[in-house]
């Protein structure tokens, strides 16, 4: 069992950067592949960017390659995900999520631990 807490949301100017955090509860955090996902308001969720456990390998959206940046910290328990240059289409509510599995990471469905999520608004 795996609890995630995310925080580092808040309200931004385009341009801008923040930095969230996911927090992880459980001893074998250095076992999960960590995901971030997005979701606006009135749309899906979405894969923004995944770090797996077994090497470290990420994926990006192409909606944030090169603006983005995920990191985990398996001394911390913990995951990141730097977000520059941010634009007003990256508002949405970010969810941290976890999973053992090193396939499919790009996929919602994948992931079997989520957060509870935190707001990221970026005005223009």
């Known amino acids: 069992q795996v609890q995630l807490v995310e925080s580092g949301g808040g309200l931004v100017q385009a341009g801008g950067s923040l930095r969230l955090s996911c927090a992880a509860s459980?001893?074998?955090?250095?076992?999960?592949?960590m995901g971030w996902f997005r979701q606006a308001p009135g749309k899906d969720r979405e894969f923004v960017a995944a770090i797996t456990w077994s090497d470290g390998i990420t994926y990006y959206s192409d909606s944030v390659k090169g603006r983005f940046t995920i990191s985990r910290s398996n001394a911390k328990s913990a995951v990141y995900l730097q977000m520059n240059s941010l634009k007003p289409e990256d508002t949405a509510v970010y969810y941290c999520?976890?999973?053992?599995?090193?396939?499919?990471?790009?996929?919602?469905?994948?992931?079997?631990?989520w957060g509870q999520g935190t707001q990221v608004t970026v005005s223009s």
């Open positions: 459980g001893r074998t955090f250095n076992r999960y592949t």
């Open positions: 999520a976890a999973d053992s599995s090193t396939r499919r990471v790009t996929m919602r469905e994948t992931y079997d631990y």
